[in-house]
């Protein structure tokens, strides 16, 4: 194997993509695109653009539901990606990005009743986590956000639970993964952790 040092505009080098929900503060919810997040225990660590909505949102209202969208759902992510719920939109948005109030309706997706935050999940993703921002601090250079947020709920499709249990099933769900800004799904298993509670294959 030979290795080139190259110096790539950006580093998704495959992540799940999450919608956010967050809370306006006015009765109306705010739906955001993103592709920087992973978990440890029951906490969910988001990377975010500093002058987004769900900036502004978490610092003042840190409720959330991180969406987790199959690949199917590729399209409506996308349809979210040139959107802003800022106003006026920030300068360094003002060249790509337009300002969009109603994001639901925009990517059209559903907003459905949260059982323990404000902000409603997203019907159409498979998994859906209620959530609490217990941190919203910018980054060492100021340049990006960092939220931790605790689980609070876990909500996923019959489909993709091991039946009678609390399990996702790993060969029922795929998560939307954005892959060097192209979206793909999950290719076939190749096999488990020695960790695995689920070790069958597909």
């Not at 580093?11 to 695109?33: E, I, K, R």
């Not at 653009?49 to 969208?69: C, E, H, M, S, W």
């Not at 907003?111 to 609490?132: G, I, K, M, N």
């Amino acid at each position: 194997m030979t290795h080139l040092t190259i110096q790539p505009s950006i580093l998704y080098a495959g992540t799940p993509v999450a919608l956010l929900s967050t809370d306006n503060g006015d009765g109306t919810f705010n739906l955001a695109a993103m592709s920087s997040a992973w978990a440890l225990g029951d906490v969910v660590v988001l990377g975010l653009g500093a002058n987004g909505r769900t900036r502004f949102n978490l610092q003042a209202r840190p409720d959330l539901v991180i969406n987790y969208p199959s690949p199917a759902l590729w399209e409506a992510v996308e349809r979210l990606a040139s959107l802003t719920g800022q106003h006026p939109v920030p300068p360094a948005k003002r060249a790509r990005f337009r300002y969009e109030p109603r994001k639901f309706e925009a990517a059209g997706l559903t907003p459905v009743a949260s059982e323990l935050v404000a902000p409603p999940p997203v019907a159409e993703c498979p998994l859906q986590f209620e959530a609490t921002a217990t941190s919203v601090e910018l980054d060492a250079q100021g340049n990006f956000l960092v939220v931790q947020a605790q689980v609070l709920r876990v909500h996923a499709a019959a489909a993709i639970v091991v039946p009678g249990t609390s399990y996702v099933d790993p060969c029922a769900w795929s998560p939307l993964i954005y892959n060097f800004r192209h979206y793909f799904g999950l290719g076939d298993q190749l096999g488990h952790s020695f960790r695995s509670e689920t070790p069958r294959g597909c």
